[in-house]
């Protein structure tokens, strides 16, 4: 008994059930036509849940969001064209954080390519330089072998995403027409309508399963951690693990070594009784070279990616020290390139490998000068942080995240925008009881596509805030008719500057003419008018008692929030400098003496 079907709706039937069997739960679509086969594949599919996104840049940074929250692959949907080229910012950025996507472009047949074709364009592995993994999967192929290798490929995709290589994939689907469903082209055995998807049992790759490959890596510096006194351990930008941050603050209680933890790490929220050795302000402390003059490591381990600061990479530029960089895929976040291994290997599981031995060798220092005087530094920093910064007059851009920081209940999601607010997070945020998670944009770190982001963590139905900028709001304002569409509870706070405002932070600031007609770049936009043309509520917020009673009230909704704070740039880069040099001679005083 043979069946009519359209061999493209068929062909995207047997991927797309294949990816629902192995866990796949999300797609974002952008609509078109030549992506007909498997936007009505996955529309019929229950499983999966889709959501419409006529932006496809949007769409992309929506489903970057989603897999960050739900640590798994989204799939991503497209036409041929211009719609696929408009991916590769989020692709870029999920490669960068190896954060698992399943692009899906449909693309014209081979014999319409260079031809002149409407809508084609050259497609093939157009990601190259930013993809995990990438198939043509050719035109449909209607037998048994080409259901089956079809089946394959779905699998590879989603196991190179999840763990063999983690980060995007690309799958490029060339389409004839026609691609409707009740236009056939082909009849086919009943057999294959009971093709079944098959299974796939997820095996994490590297050497988190080999207990003996990871006692050869640390026996090669366990030696140098028991006679080096002079540690540091870095924490830089890390997707949420306790059990990785419980870990680390072990390791540094026995070591005796500060962790200078990044505003990204997730290690200053939650910090309990080991909060002390958590160093939040080594922005400020390394500004002092009276101070790093006495204090220069001789081993520095760093987990995470390369850290936020400017100041740190100075610092591990000019440093001596035997640094190791340890995490999964052996990363290289080294842009000093002088470290002396990257370590391929689970930091959860080298950590706890390393207190293992650290026991065995009944290692004990005590009484670490060392570790004193970054714990002190850390005192007096956070001292003339509260009399600068906490208390200044709001609504400095130094002083709002800690004031949001205060006000929103413990489990929330915190994203930070790109520029400004991830740096004021850097230097300013201190430790707290609080446990937050905090996520980022820190592959590539443009501003781009953030809102769109957000409202993907924002679906984990945790209250979610967004922190961002003035250029980055108006560089994704196609993300509020998402948000809008799928009443999607994100408050996002806008500090308006009215421009890029971290220019007035660097060296070029009044040093060249027309400085801010071709820096700051002023737009002079109103964002209220704006923001309620999208069916979203808009508030200005003018002092702290507004920012509290405002957030309070959006928290309590089930829809999206635009708290906008207008800022002065030039008074906020003057506390700022205010606040480093006053830390940089209390610091210069107390360790010369």
């Known amino acids: 008994m043979k069946t009519k079907v359209n061999r493209n709706i068929l062909w995207a039937q047997i991927f ?14 952008s609509p078109g036509s030549r992506s007909t086969p498997l936007t009505y594949v996955l529309s019929k599919n229950r499983k999966i849940k889709s959501f419409i996104n006529i932006d496809e840049r949007s ?7 989603l897999a960050k929250a739900t640590d798994q692959p989204v799939i991503i949907v497209t036409t041929s064209g211009t719609a696929v080229a408009e991916l590769y910012p989020a692709i870029i950025e999920a490669y960068q954080q190896r954060t698992p996507l399943i692009i899906c472009t449909a693309d014209r047949p081979p014999e319409l390519i260079g031809t002149g074709a409407n809508q ?19 035109l449909p192929s209607i037998n048994e072998n080409g259901f089956y290798h079809l ?13 063999e290589d983690r980060g995007p994939v690309h799958l490029n689907f060339p389409f004839r027409k026609p691609l409707e469903p009740f236009s056939y082209t082909d009849e086919i055995c009943r057999k294959f309508f009971k093709l079944k998807p098959q299974k796939f049992v997820n095996k994490k790759i590297g050497f988190t399963q080999n ?108 440093s001596n020290a035997n640094r190791y960089l340890i995490n999964h895929y052996g990363d290289e976040f080294d842009p000093a390139r002088n470290a002396k291994a990257i370590l391929s290997v689970e930091p959860e599981v080298f950590c706890r490998q390393l207190i293992s031995f650290l026991k065995i060798k ?6 670490s000068e060392w570790l004193k005087a970054f714990n002190k530094a850390e005192v007096i920093s956070e001292s003339i942080k509260n009399r600068i910064i906490v208390n200044a007059k709001f609504p400095n851009e130094t002083v709002i995240i800690t004031e949001i920081i205060k006000q929103v209940p413990a489990g929330s999601n915190i994203f930070i925008g790109n520029s400004l607010p991830v740096r004021d997070l850097d230097n300013f945020v201190s430790t707290t009881s609080k446990r937050l998670i905090i996520h980022f944009n820190r592959g590539a770190s443009g501003i781009d596509g953030i809102i ?60 060249v003419k027309r400085f801010r007609e071709f820096f700051i770049t002023p737009h002079n936009i109103e964002l209220d008018s704006i923001v309620k043309s999208f069916g979203i509520n808009h508030q200005l917020i003018a002092n702290r008692s507004q920012l509290q009673l405002h957030l309070i009230k959006s928290l309590n909704k089930n829809s999206p929030s635009v708290l906008e704070i207008k800022t002065n740039a030039v008074k906020s880069a003057e506390l700022r400098n205010k606040y480093f040099n006053e830390i940089k001679k209390k610091l210069k005083k107390e360790f010369l003496k």
């Not at 490929?153 to 999840?162: C, D, E, F, N, T």
């Not at 009944?362 to 009484?367: A, D, T, W, Y």
């Open 120 to 138: 084609t364009i050259n497609q093939y592995n157009i990601f190259k330089n930013h993809i995990r993994w990438f198939r043509d999967l050719g």
């Open 452 to 511: 769109s982001t957000a409202f993907g963590i924002a679906l984990s139905k945790k209250p979610t805030v967004l922190i961002t900028g003035d250029l980055s709001f108006l560089h994704d304002l196609n993300a509020l008719s998402i948000a809008a569409k799928y009443s999607i509870p994100l408050i996002i706070i806008v500090i308006n500057n009215n421009g890029g405002g971290i220019f007035e932070s660097l060296p070029i600031a009044g040093k």
């Open 151 to 163: 089946q394959k490929i779905a699998m590879k995709a989603y196991q190179i995403s999840l763990t």
């Open 59 to 65: 769409s992309a940074f929506f489903a970057l969001g």
């Open 16 to 29: 797309i059930d294949q990816l629902a069997t192995l866990g796949v739960r999300y797609a974002c679509i």
């Open 362 to 367: 009944k290692f004990s220092r005590k009484n």
């Open 211 to 318: 207990g003996s490959q990871i006692k050869r890596i640390t026996k090669r510096i366990i030696d140098e951690l028991i006679e080096y006194n002079r540690g540091i351990i870095i924490a830089g930008p890390m997707e949420s693990d306790r059990e990785l941050i419980k870990s680390i603050k072990k390791l540094s209680a026995l070591l005796k070594y500060p962790v200078f933890a990044d505003g990204l790490s997730q290690m200053r929220f939650g910090a309990g009784k080991k909060a002390k050795d958590i160093i939040s302000n080594f922005n400020s402390i390394l500004k002092s070279d009276s101070f790093n003059h006495d204090h220069d490591p001789e081993v520095i381990l760093q987990f995470g990616r390369t850290p936020t600061s400017s100041l740190i990479e100075n610092f591990l530029a000019e």
